[in-house]
């Protein structure tokens, strides 16, 4: 196991790396666009969807989930692996996985391989959230399937998956650490703030 100084340096830049990979950048220009240059600007699952179809977006969908999750595991790496039964990271690894994670966002929204122009971490939160707390993750998906079938959009039942994730946490984590969570997520309300900014200067 690698001190704690170290293992949080190798979390926090292998994270922020990984988030960087413009995803929707590669896949956009497969398709001959930018998704920063079009529609709502955001180079993210959505604005990929409505320009090229929901088939060219899954590549995206699951890249950007795949960031966040394998940042997760880098700060489980480093930290050598420290989890309960059920897969919820505890003890030493707590800190290198939450600075991964939340490196992996940064990553995602100002990537280092996209001009620091990137999206909103809905996704890389997403699959940060399966590393940190597996059990919490399956039932925010079932949140998610359930709330876009009685609402007939996946709009919906994706919101209220995420917001479902730190609530669902509580029954397998302890209060302070489902906080953390929420300051992950105090960055996509800061991205969707700078989103809507920047359309009302357009």
Not at 14 to 43: E, F, I, K, Q, W
Not at 91 to 99: D, N, Q, S
Not at 108 to 131: D, E, I, N, Y
Request: overall charge positive.
């Amino acid at each position: 196991m690698l001190p704690l100084p170290v293992t949080l340096l190798v979390a926090l830049i292998g994270g922020y790396l990984l988030g960087s990979v413009p995803v929707a950048v590669l896949v956009g220009r497969a398709h001959g666009l930018d998704p920063r240059d079009t529609g709502d600007r955001n180079p993210g699952f959505w604005n990929v969807k409505e320009r090229l179809g929901r088939r060219a977006a899954v590549p995206v969908f699951a890249g950007d989930m795949l960031k966040g999750a394998l940042a997760g595991l880098l700060g489980q790496a480093a930290a050598g692996w420290h989890a309960t039964g059920f897969g919820v990271v505890t003890g030493p690894a707590v800190a290198p996985v939450y600075a991964a994670v939340a490196a992996a966002m940064i990553g995602h929204a100002w990537p280092v391989f996209a001009r620091f122009q990137g999206g909103r971490s809905v996704l890389t939160f997403a699959g940060g959230a399966a590393a940190i707390c597996p059990p919490a993750f399956l039932l925010a998906v079932a949140v998610l399937v359930l709330g876009a079938l009685l609402a007939r959009s996946f709009a919906i039942g994706a919101r209220a998956g995420v917001f479902a994730v730190p609530v669902l946490q509580l029954l397998f984590m302890p209060a302070l650490l489902v906080a953390a969570t929420g300051g992950l997520m105090t960055l996509i309300g800061l991205r969707f703030g700078q989103a809507a900014l920047a359309a009302r200067r357009r």
